[in-house]
């Protein structure tokens, strides 16, 4: 079954530095999302990504954070300027024509120190 | 009115019991309730959905009920195994938006 992968699982990063979190979504899936779950809290949708360009985001996702599609497969999430409470698991997602279900990778568990 | 409200935080039930977790929601122009099954170091993955022209929809052990005029919707575990032992999120998003809002999710123990 295909899968939404997320690389890498676990990135521990110097508070103030750049980090980019990384996603394979599903082949042919055309909607993108990114989410984040703090420790033991719900999760919490960042941004969706449609066409090259963000279609919705939320409060969280200030000039902080920016996203990409560098190529045909991948889609990114940058963090400029980390700060401590970055710290959380980053959730990508992906869904096909009819924008939902939506299908979550394994997350990357951002450490920010 | 964004919210979705997810009880309990918490649920130990014995191997073949029901298990019963409920959600409810503000928000008139949700149209899309997905439950997601989540194991520990996991990504959360889809277990069941439904619209709110259906009262009810059950697929295998799994079945959501959904009341439309008290806007609350559960998930009902038929005969729940230790292998169901997991966090399970309700969740809501609006017709034609994207964005998913979650419960703060149910810790669910199966006793063998």
Redesign the interface.
């Given at each position: 079954e295909p899968e939404?992968t997320q690389t890498p699982s676990h990135q521990v990063t110097q508070m103030g530095q750049e980090v980019i979190l990384r996603c394979v979504p599903i082949s042919n899936h055309l909607?993108f999302?990114w989410?984040r779950q703090i420790l033991g809290?719900?999760?919490?949708?960042l941004v969706?990504f449609?066409n090259n360009e963000i279609?919705?985001k939320?409060e969280i996702f200030d000039d902080q954070f920016s996203v990409e599609r560098p190529d045909g497969s991948n889609f990114t999430l940058k963090i400029r300027s980390t700060k401590l409470e970055d710290s959380a698991m980053y959730?990508c997602?992906s869904?096909g024509q009819g924008?939902?279900?939506?299908?979550?990778?394994?997350?990357t568990r951002l450490s920010i120190l | 009115q964004q919210q979705v409200k997810q009880s309990p935080q918490s649920l130990i039930v014995q191997k073949g019991g029901i298990s019963i977790i409920n959600c409810a929601y503000e928000n008139t122009a949700f149209d899309y309730f997905p439950w997601y099954q989540q194991f520990p170091g996991k990504g959360p993955a889809l277990l069941i959905a439904i619209r709110p022209d259906v009262s009810e929809k059950k697929e295998g052990r799994f079945t959501i009920s959904f009341n439309k005029s008290a806007k609350q919707f559960s998930l009902h575990i038929m005969d729940s195994q230790p292998g169901d032992s997991a966090t399970y999120f309700c969740a809501a998003s609006k017709a034609g938006a994207q964005k998913l809002v979650f419960g703060q999710g149910t810790r669910l123990t199966i006793n063998p």
């Open positions: 939404v909607y999302y989410y809290q719900k999760v919490e949708f969706s449609y279609s919705e939320s959730f997602a869904s924008v939902q279900p939506q299908h979550f990778g394994d997350g | -």
